[in-house]
């Protein structure tokens, strides 16, 4: 094959040019490997992200439930307050009822002693009483006995007298 000049310089020239392409095709090769591989990580995160996404409305949706879950125990656990609120009132009119009682069993208790207490005493004035019949019936009797006595003496001074007399009569 024969060349000539022109030839030649356009085959330099192509070279040259082939060369230069080269180069520039290597930039932009490496300059796509890189875009590629660029593009691949953020797929692939992208593809994580989807991954954590979806895990995380599904977790967001367990989430759901279970707060559902919970407002309804939460409900059960206020409609149980209020029954024990309702309870604990009742309850607690229960213990003023039984103090009540407790209170009014020691007033009687009280009362029974100062019931006994006060029979003792009325004993005690029924003794009284009693004693004051027998000091009156003392008094009449004392009476009787003095008016006896006087009789006596009476019935002494006319006796003496009355010896006196058969005494000097005598």
Do not use: P
């Not at 060349?3 to 070279?15: F, G, R, T």
């Not at 990580?41 to 895990?55: A, G, H, P, V």
């Amino acid at each position: 094959m024969y060349m000539n000049s022109w030839d030649k310089l356009s085959l330099e020239s192509y070279k040259a040019k082939c060369e230069k392409l080269e180069k520039e095709n290597g930039k932009y090769i490496i300059t796509f490997s890189s875009l590629y591989d660029n593009d691949r990580k953020y797929t692939k995160k992208i593809k994580e992200q989807e991954d954590s996404l979806d895990m995380m409305s599904g977790q967001l949706a367990e989430l759901n439930n279970t707060v559902k879950i919970q407002q309804t125990t939460i409900s059960e656990l206020k409609a149980c307050l209020r029954k024990n609120d309702f309870e604990n009132e009742h309850l607690k009119s229960k213990v003023v009822a039984f103090t009540t009682v407790q209170n009014l069993r020691a007033r009687v208790n009280e009362l029974q002693s100062e019931n006994e207490n006060l029979k003792s005493k009325v004993f005690d004035c029924t003794m009284c009483q009693n004693l004051q019949v027998q000091v009156e019936e003392l008094k009449s009797v004392n009476e009787s006995l003095n008016l006896t006595v006087e009789e006596l003496y009476k019935a002494r001074a006319l006796a003496e007298a009355t010896l006196r007399r058969k005494r000097c009569l005598d």
